[in-house]
């Protein structure tokens, strides 16, 4: 495997036809699939639009098929347009796809037995975290104050001053 | 509530512990969705100048077989091939070629010019046989066993190491095992 | 030769972070005053050396030095000259190499500015400074050497990658590691605090202006990466939530915590052990970021050089930094006693739910980018985690907090009026829900949740301008002493409502474009028109031009609004001779309401093209939002309170006198 030292800049380009490891991009003078074109019927082209943002660009890095110029990814348009316009429904297309190149592809991963943490873990951590707050601050009243040494004259007639300032000097930090 | 003061950092081994073993693993490696299927319905025509086309009937026949998917334009395919060619005179498994997404006229020259190791040869112009095998890019060779089934997937270039460590056993291991 | 210089340079800063590690926090602990007077010149030095190493590494790449094999890696003598600076940058080497510069650079800094501290402190502070960069530093010697030379200097070099040579790209890593090298100044003030034992107010207010810059650098280039992806990237996406841009949010959610946190210690003298942790994890965050882009373990446009080598590496040191600071802060977090009590209402309470939501935010987005890694090393499965779960995770986050952000301000210390609080918000309310009821009307397309967005962040702006107001009790007395009471504010003030309301602008921008994009994608032919929103383009001609290093198809498009023309775009897809990758220049009409954005794709080889075109409503309000958070925090920044500091603690001065005499 090459070493990505010719990619080895910031921005590794979407406009790239997905390099992996594997090959470079065909030539332009290969035959190419149908260049992918809305379909006719709006509302299909709509459903076609919403699978195609959720359906990973296995060549590229982190991209949905939407996003992507690499051949792959228009080649899975265009399926899942024929698709759509064979009268799939959106389960049927997607799941044509997944059939062939397993959950990877989904950009919103299943939520199944292997994913629970994943997708339970952000209420998990808010509830853990609030309910870790909710504790202290129960701790925190229970503290007995200590009975405050009364002041003298001079500490009282500073006390009012003070109190007399923070009104107008309150403010954030 | 002393403890909760170590959360933090138990946590935090335990996450440099998953990206220590995190280092060792290939992210861009996908398994295939394919394993244990039997393959897929296909039927394509031979590459140019080439008479033996590849369909489904020819994989699931009884043998053990491998198939190889490779183009013209693909320069790993070239690193790789001396490999196909030692598979095709040892004779002891048949290896079959889908050319993926190439030209006619450059299969047919790089076949020509480089050798062809194939016993058949598919070409899929337009990809989407390889989508249906799942394919992601080039090269890739599929393990078929006896029943037509697609029993192991390598992504990328062919090496010795791999053909002989892992491949040529499991295919001897599937011609052992009968109908 | 100047390479060698180089090299031997970052030789010397090694020795001298040694020193700077070891002297100074050794002789604050035993009270040995030379000792701790080494922070300062030993920091000098360091940044000296580290900045000659860096303008070593310049001038190779300037005078095109393809001896030096990052020079010839990364350059090439046919590119423009500001490039080839910033080429310095645009690599792994060089990249490590800015790191430590700004490391040290903030050292010198805190060495030079730092006056007001405690020396004992101060040279703590500088000590573990010193700590980092010998880990740096060491990583840079041994694998990551940007002055290696070779034996055979190709005629030319290798890196002419086009989409580099474009500014806001070449600008956007200084930015961003200003931000994750800042941060380390409030690890460094914590950890100090934490070997003395002490959080007190005092270093609440010393840490904030380090943390403040640090904060206002990382949102600026989080945004210019952002701004850089629309007008670059061929489809108008600005945020994608891969790995590497996660990498680079998560230090900013856990900043934005940090300094909020880092008030109410200063003001009420509690929170101090969430303020210490905030301060560890957003820089740990910022150094498990550096991980992720260079260790090859999560696949991403973004990411160096894959060497799980180096990502051994960078593994060790975080381990022993981040998890050694946890250690401590595990051993002296629980000595940490806090002051001030609140109740739950009160603007302590709705800071505590700000660092709350915050930390749970960038939790689930460490969750979602790393669980493909857990997965695959726990069970060998291999999921992918997209967009989908990060917007539906995240967002239902985010609400309450922005909805908190109006009303947090206006309640006071110890016990806040939620109920007055709510009150005093009723006009925003109004305004919220005018907004709503508008965008509603008006509106035919995009989810029910567009116009709640768009509620969320009117209030948010409102909120924000009402506080200010009634602190200046505008509209209630008389203007000029309004007037007086604007000048007599804190700047702080001003720079918090600045901020707010860019956060506010960044909502309504984000909804906009996320709910209201209008797409238009066809196959046109040079004569034919299509529409797209109020815009009818027609399509005049397409033919192949010339650039400096490309040859580029253009198609020319002559926009009208009924019937009346506008404006001629000219979008442009790029070869570049030298790659076999082309770039999408879009062209992009840019309007307060929204964009324009049209794409020219490839021919069908039947005369016509692949067209794009976009509306794309209010989307550059999420950059002039973050611009006008940024200018908020740098009015912050520039309150006279933070410059003139706290006044040192009299007995640390006392001690050392004593000391020394």
């Known amino acids: 495997m090459t070493r990505a030292r010719a990619l080895k800049s910031l921005m590794i380009a979407f406009a790239v036809f997905g390099f992996l490891c594997l090959a470079p991009g065909a030539p332009t003078s290969v035959a190419q699939s149908t260049i992918d074109v809305p379909l006719e019927d709006v509302t299909k082209e709509h459903r076609a639009k919403a699978l195609f943002k959720i359906l990973r660009c296995l060549v590229c890095q982190n991209q949905s098929i939407d996003d992507s110029n690499a051949d792959l990814a228009r080649d899975l348009r265009v399926l899942v347009r024929q698709r759509i316009a064979a009268g799939d429904s959106d389960e ?33 951590i808010l509830i853990l975290a609030v309910g870790g707050i909710a504790l202290r601050f129960r701790r925190r009243t229970v503290e007995v104050p200590v009975a405050p040494v009364p002041l003298d004259a001079d500490e009282s007639r500073r006390l009012a001053e003070l109190l007399d300032d923070t009104d107008t000097k309150d403010g954030p930090g | ?57 020819d994989l699931n026949n009884g043998e053990v077989a491998l198939v190889n998917v490779f183009a013209s334009w693909c320069g790993p395919c070239r690193v790789e091939h001396p490999l196909w060619m030692d598979v095709q005179a040892a004779g002891k498994v048949p290896l079959h070629g889908i050319n993926y997404k190439d030209d006619p006229d450059n299969a047919a020259k790089w076949l020509d010019r480089f050798g062809d190791p194939y016993t058949r040869t598919g070409a899929d112009r337009n990809g989407r046989v390889g989508i249906d095998w799942g ?15 697609i029993r192991y997937k390598h992504v990328g270039v062919m090496t010795r190491d791999i053909l002989d460590g892992r491949i040529l056993p499991l295919v001897r291991q599937l011609q052992e095992q009968k109908q | 030769m100047i390479a060698e210089v180089g090299h031997f340079a970052l030789v010397l800063a090694l020795v001298l972070a040694i020193v700077q590690s070891t002297l100074p926090i050794i002789g604050a602990h035993r009270n040995i005053a030379p000792w701790i007077a080494v922070a300062r010149p030993a920091a000098f030095g360091q940044f000296t050396f580290i900045a000659i190493a860096f303008a070593a590494l310049t001038y190779a790449f300037i005078v095109s030095d393809f001896s030096v094999a990052t020079v010839a890696r990364n350059s090439h003598s046919a590119k423009p000259l500001i490039y080839k600076i910033s080429g310095v940058w645009g690599n792994h080497e060089g990249s490590m190499l800015l790191w430590i510069l700004i490391l040290s650079l903030f050292g010198a800094a805190v060495a030079l500015f730092g006056n007001n501290l405690p020396p004992r402190l101060r040279a703590r502070v500088l000590s573990v400074q010193g700590m980092i960069g010998i880990g740096f530093l060491l990583f840079v010697l041994l694998t990551s050497n940007p002055f290696e030379r070779l034996a055979n200097p190709p005629v030319d070099g290798n890196g002419l990658n086009p989409l580099l040579q474009d500014f806001g790209l070449a600008v956007h890593p200084p930015f961003l590691y200003l931000g994750y090298v800042g941060f380390s100044m409030a690890f460094s003030f914590a950890i100090a605090a934490l070997l003395e034992g002490r959080v007190d107010p005092a270093w609440a207010r010393w840490v904030r202006p380090w943390t403040l810059a640090a904060w206002c650098f990382l949102t600026v280039g989080i945004a210019l990466g952002s701004w ?46 969430w303020t210490i942790l905030l301060a560890i994890l957003t820089f740990s965050l910022s150094l498990l970021g550096t991980f992720i882009v260079r260790s090859g373990v999560l696949t991403s446009v973004h990411a160096f050089a894959t060497d799980p080598e180096r990502g051994v590496f960078i593994l060790a040191f975080l381990a022993f930094t981040v998890g050694g600071s946890l250690l401590l802060f595990a051993w002296r977090g629980p000595s940490l006693k806090g002051g001030g009590l609140f109740a739950p209402v009160s603007r302590e309470g709705a800071l505590v739910l700000n660092n709350l939501l915050l930390t749970t935010a960038c939790a689930t987005v460490l969750l979602g980018t790393l669980y493909p890694l857990f997965l695959d090393a726990l069970t060998g499965e291999k999921v992918s985690v997209g967009p989908p779960f990060f917007n539906s995770t995240f967002v239902p986050l985010m609400v309450p907090l922005l909805v908190a952000v109006a009303i947090g301000p206006m309640m006071a210390w110890k016990r806040g009026d939620l109920a007055g609080a709510i009150g005093r918000m009723k006009f925003g309310f109004f305004a919220a829900a005018a907004i709503a009821f508008v965008t509603w009307y008006q509106t035919t397309d995009g989810p029910v949740l567009a116009v709640f967005g768009m509620a969320v962040g009117v209030w948010l702006v409102a909120g924000s301008i009402i506080e200010w107001a009634g602190r200046i009790k505008l509209f209630s007395i008389n203007p000029a002493d309004s007037w007086r009471r604007l000048r007599g504010l804190p700047r702080a003030a001003h720079g918090m409502a600045l901020a707010h309301i860019g956060v506010g602008l960044v909502v309504m921008g984000i909804t906009g474009v996320q709910s209201w994009t209008v797409e238009n994608a066809r196959v046109m032919r040079p004569g034919e028109t299509i529409s797209i929103g109020n815009y009818d383009l027609t399509f005049k001609n397409a033919g192949t031009i010339q650039g400096p290093n490309y040859s580029a198809l253009r198609g020319i498009f002559d926009v009208s609004i009924d019937g009346d023309h506008v404006t001629t775009m000219a979008p442009e897809t ?35 093209y692949a067209t794009r075109f976009y509306v794309k409503p209010l989307v550059h309000w999420i950059w002039f939002g973050a611009f006008v958070m940024v200018i908020g925090g740098l009015i912050s920044l520039s309150d006279r309170r933070h410059r003139v500091g706290a ?7 006392k001690t050392l006198a004593e000391a020394s005499a």
């Open chain 1, 92 to 124: 049927q297309a997607v799941g044509y796809i997944v059939d062939r190149y397993g959950d990877w592809v989904l950009l919103e991963p299943p939520f199944k037995r292997a994913t629970l943490i994943l997708w339970l873990g952000p209420l998990a």
């Open chain 3, 647 to 653: 006044p040192a603690r009299r007995t640390a001065n």
């Open chain 3, 228 to 273: 850089w992806a629309y007008y670059e990237l061929g489809w108008g996406g600005w945020w994608f939530w891969d790995p590497v841009e996660n990498a680079s949010f998560m230090p900013w959610l856990l900043g934005t915590a940090l300094l909020h946190s880092a008030i109410v210690v200063e003001k009420r003298d509690t929170l101090k052990a």
């Open chain 2, 1 to 57: 509530m002393r403890l909760g003061y170590a959360i933090p950092v138990v946590v935090f081994f335990a996450l440099a512990v998953a990206l220590y073993v995190g280092l060792g693993l290939k992210p861009r490696d996908i398994p295939s969705a394919l394993i244990d299927k039997p393959v897929p319905t296909f039927d394509l025509a031979a590459v140019k100048g080439r008479d033996m086309g590849l369909k489904t009937a």
């Open chain 3, 574 to 608: 790029r070869s570049y001779p030298t790659s076999t990758m082309t770039t999408t220049e879009a062209a992009i009409r840019p309007t307060i309401v929204g964009d324009l954005y049209a794409v020219i794709g490839e021919p069908d080889g039947k005369g016509g």
């Open chain 2, 135 to 149: 394919v992601y890019g080039v090269p890739e060779t599929f393990v078929i066993d006896r029943q037509g089934r």
